[in-house]
T-cell receptor
Framework: EPEVTQTPSHQVTQMGQEVILRCVPI?????FYWYRQILGQKVEFLVS????????KSEIFDDQFSVERPDGSNFTLKIRSTKLEDSAMYFC??????????????FGAGTRLSVL | AQSVAQPEDQVNVAEGNPLTVKCTYS??????LFWYVQYPNRGLQFLLK??????LVKGSYGFEAEFNKSQTSFHLKKPSALVSDSALYFC?????????????FGGGTRLMVKP
């Protein structure tokens, strides 16, 4: 069964450093998303991406964050200068283009980001 | 704004008994509703969805959920729980007219099924 894959599974970084979280969405999917879950809190939407541009972003997704689809398979989330409060599990998701029957987001296993 | 509430942090049930995990939502317009399950060290796995049509929807692993518009609820149910159902369950909502398709999640409910 196709799945969304995320690397690395755990990323440790120093405060102020840049990190790039990587995702390989399901191959025929065209909508891509990033969510995050701070330990003990809700899963929160960060950004959605379609047709090579951001279609929606939350208040969390400030200038420190960026997303990119550098090639036909990868989808990345970059945090330019990490802060302690960026420590969280980051989930990538993707879904097919199509009608409501295909309106299901499939999630990866997540990358746990620890900012020290 | 859209929101989801899962009033129970944990639900305990004995194996073989029916289970219910509660979810209520708030959204402008018609909702798209989803249940996801998370096992340890795994991502969110899709269980089932309500988009339109029958209020009772059936999903993976014998789970079902009932959409109740008047009570703005979408409770997850299973007639007979298994120990292997023990996991973290998330309810999510998306507004019908939300162009970016963002999902709003509840806080999650941990289901513990005891032998």
């Amino acid at each position: 069964e196709p799945e969304v894959t995320q690397t690395p599974s755990h990323q440790v970084t120093q405060m102020g450093q840049e990190v790039i979280l990587r995702c390989v969405p399901i191959s025929n999917h065209l909508y891509f998303y990033w969510y995050r879950q701070i330990l003990g809190q809700k899963v929160e939407f960060l950004v959605s991406f379609y047709n090579n541009e951001i279609s929606e972003k939350s208040e969390i997704f400030d200038d420190q964050f960026s997303v990119e689809r550098p090639d036909g398979s990868n989808f990345t989330l970059k945090i330019r200068s990490t802060k302690l409060e960026d420590s969280a599990m980051y989930f990538c998701a993707s879904r097919e283009e199509g009608g409501i029957a295909k309106n299901i987001q499939y999630f990866g296993a997540g990358t746990r980001l620890s900012v020290l | 704004a859209q929101s989801v509430a899962q009033p129970e942090d944990q639900v305990n049930v004995a194996e073989g008994n029916p289970l219910t995990v509660k979810c209520t939502y708030s959204v402008s317009g018609n909702p798209y509703l989803f249940w996801y399950v998370q096992y340890p060290n795994r991502g969110l796995q899709f269980l089932l969805k309500y988009i339109t049509g029958d209020n009772l929807v059936k999903g993976s692993y014998g789970f079902e959920a009932e959409f109740n518009k008047s009570q703005t609820s979408f409770h997850l149910k299973k007639p007979s729980a298994l120990v292997s159902d023990s996991a973290l369950y998330f309810c999510a909502v998306r507004a019908f007219n939300n162009a970016g398709n963002m999902l709003t999640f509840g806080g999650g409910t941990r289901l513990m099924v005891k032998p």
